[in-house]
């Protein structure tokens, strides 16, 4: 358990103009780790992601599943022995998800083809979020989960020595679910094949690529088709994370609203799934810019240059995969924004870390801005002044890091008073921020 602490924001920032670093990126670094277990011989990671989720499926592998893996100069090396070449002991083996739905829901698939039993479990919120997502795909290729029907954390997962090939449907927009089919496929024998109806992150499909797996990905009608042919042998590689692109929106945000305010930031992954919310930035007249776009290790990188800008509200009624974990941000640009903003068809906000769309909206009507919730739909009546005497935002934050940073931002930028708790949980995704809030200018006590 890490220890609890709550943060207070005190001041208003001033105008600022820096050159800053993000830490790696999340999904790449699990990523990049579950991958290499499954590879034979030594793979080596730069700027893996040293946060809580990253270092925790790190720890899983290293003193659960049995893989050697050492960091030497600042470089993690693992030492992979191919599929489905994990080692555990005979009875069931307990894995400890902490707060990470992504490491959670990954390591499933690899699971799934193992003749063995897995017990899962997570931290608190963790344990509250939909985990039919995973036992619906895998019980299809023949693994088995207990309690039956289960819909959440703690279950059994029972993977099976016969996994059968099938044909998926992925209507979520979820890039975790088409990840874990992807794990699961390469060592199932056959084609896997996933109808992706709605595009989310792409990252496993970049990544399985770039180390030569049998992967296709072919566009179909609104999305795409994805078919892997499994066991093939699959060996070592050496790749470098880009800077976390859903990290660097808390701070893009900040410049953003921040009169008088510039600030550059390179390396950013500028992957097309993941810059959306620069795209519905820009057409609210967002001055922002990304330059020195290149490859790395398979992925689009770039710098990222930001001007404080007057915006207009946000319209959206898309598919959110794209954007999805720059929401409860979005929601504070557009609460400062003046003019009404819509955001439709969100609905799968509130199986996150926390019911995201609830979360922000208590955090918003503190600060006396007006919003309005449906089953799917967001309606903020944004401000550009707001009074910030006699008001105070209290975040009880329910384990939610972007909720934490979205709170911040909101503060520090009306200056606003607020304590923010269960801040810990910031690390499970960007340690170092409130080095980089405080590097900036930004006035914040940790209690
Ligand atoms: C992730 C996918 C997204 C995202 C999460 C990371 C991934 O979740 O919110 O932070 O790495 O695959 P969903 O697949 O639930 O949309």
Same mark, same amino acid.
């Given at each position: ?8 924001v ?5 105008k ?5 670093k ?9 990523r990049a780790?579950l ?6 011989g ?12 990253v ?10 599943l ?14 992979g022995?191919?599929?489905?070449s ?8 307990k ?9 959670a ?14 017990y899962?479990?997570g931290?608190?919120?963790?344990n ?9 795909? $895998? *019980? %299809?290729?023949? !693994?088995?989960?207990?309690?039956? @029907?289960?819909?959440?954390l703690?279950?059994?997962?029972? &993977? #099976? ?60 009608k609104?999305g ?16 470098t994370?880009g ?12 410049t ?10 390179h ?13 519905? $930035? *820009? %057409?609210?007249? !967002?001055?922002?810019?990304?330059? @020195? ?8 990188? &770039? #710098?990222?240059?930001v ?11 898309k ?60 309606i903020?009546?944004g401000?550009?002044?707001i ?31 607020a304590?923010?708790?269960?801040y ?20 914040v006590? #940790?209690?």
């Amino acid at each position: 358990m890490k220890k609890k602490f709550s943060v207070l924001v005190k001041e208003k920032i001033n105008k600022f103009n820096k050159k800053i670093k993000i830490p790696g990126d999340k999904s790449c670094s699990i990523r990049a780790i579950l991958l290499a277990s499954q590879c034979l011989g030594v793979s080596k990671i730069k700027n893996l992601l040293e946060s809580d989720d990253v270092l925790n499926c790190v720890n899983v592998l290293k003193n659960v599943l049995g893989v050697k893996i050492i960091k030497k100069n600042d470089i993690y090396h693992v030492y992979g022995n191919g599929l489905n070449s994990f080692r555990f002991k005979k009875n069931i083996t307990k894995i400890y998800v902490g707060n990470s739905g992504t490491f959670a829901r990954l390591v499933c698939g690899l699971l799934s083809t193992l003749p063995a039993k897995f017990y899962l479990y997570g931290d608190q919120s963790m344990n509250k979020r939909d985990f039919t997502r995973v036992t619906e795909p $895998l *019980k %299809k290729i023949g !693994a088995f989960f207990y309690p039956t @029907n289960k819909k959440t954390l703690p279950l059994t997962i029972e &993977g #099976t020595s016969m996994p059968l090939s099938q044909k998926h449907i992925e209507k979520k927009g979820s890039a975790q679910v088409k990840g874990l089919i992807l794990m699961s496929a390469l060592s199932s024998p056959g084609i896997t094949t996933i109808e992706e109806k709605k595009i989310s992150r792409n990252h496993s499909e970049l990544f399985l690529k770039k180390i030569n797996a049998d992967i296709k990905v072919r566009k179909f009608k609104k999305g795409n088709i994805i078919s892997l042919r499994g066991q093939k042998n699959l060996y070592n590689f050496n790749y470098t994370v880009g800077s976390d692109p859903s990290s660097a929106a808390f701070i893009i945000a900040l410049t953003l609203l921040t009169p008088g305010s510039k600030l550059v930031m390179h390396n950013i992954l500028c992957n097309e799934t993941r810059v959306f919310f620069l795209k519905i $930035l *820009k %057409k609210v007249n !967002a001055n922002i810019k990304i330059s @020195n776009l290149r490859k790395l290790s398979g992925e689009l990188i &770039g #710098t990222i240059t930001v001007h404080s800008s007057k915006l207009k509200p946000i319209v959206i009624s898309k598919n959110i995969g794209k954007f999805v974990d720059e929401l409860p941000i979005l929601f504070v640009i557009a609460a400062l924004t003046k003019g009404v903003s819509v955001f439709k068809n969100i609905g799968d906000l509130k199986n996150k870390e926390s019911d995201r769309l609830l979360e922000s909206k208590k955090i918003l009507i503190q600060a006396g801005i007006k919003c309005k919730v449906t089953k799917d739909t967001m309606i903020i009546y944004g401000r550009e002044k707001i009074e910030s005497k006699n008001k105070f935002i209290l975040a009880k934050t329910k384990g939610d890091h972007r909720i934490c940073m979205s709170a911040t931002i909101l503060s520090l930028v009306t200056g606003l008073k607020a304590k923010i708790n269960n801040y810990e949980t910031v690390n499970t995704s960007f340690p170092g921020f409130l080095t980089t809030i405080k590097n900036l200018g930004g006035k914040v006590v #940790t209690k």
